[in-house]
């Protein structure tokens, strides 16, 4: 078990105040390559269905969301799958509905944009 600073880089990452092992290499990979497969399978399924995906990542920076988002998405299509990158939420935003950020990235109906990654910097709220 590898030993873990909770710095957010590299995979390091702490979770209630308890190191989480990091993953082997090769075990990684392998279900990496089954995962993206599965996400490439669904990224088919939603072309043909005309399904509408959003996914979204949140955390505070050096969370390793641009990562874990580079990651997964790097053997699905640009014309598919569209990633958008949003600032820490407005003190207007945190006064908001939760969701109500989000909903202009939403992807639209007929659109060529299918399902949409929604990477977030900070907390969604204040409180």
């Known amino acids: 078990m590898a030993s873990t600073s909770g710095t957010g880089k590299g995979g390091d990452a702490k979770r209630a105040g308890h190191p989480v092992p990091r993953m082997k290499t ?67 935003q945190k006064s908001q509905m939760y969701l109500q950020r989000y909903v202009e990235h939403f992807p639209a109906a007929g659109g060529s944009s299918s399902s949409t990654a929604v990477g977030t910097t900070g907390p969604a709220s204040s409180g």
């Open 26 to 92: 090769k075990p990684y990979e392998k279900q990496m390559r089954h995962l993206h497969g599965e996400l490439v399978a669904m990224q088919e399924w939603v072309k043909s269905s005309g399904a509408k995906i959003i996914v979204v990542f949140e955390g505070r920076d050096t969370a390793g969301k641009g990562g874990t988002i580079k990651r997964i998405t790097e053997r699905v299509s640009p014309r598919v799958f569209r990633v958008v990158a949003l600032p820490a939420p407005t003190d207007r």
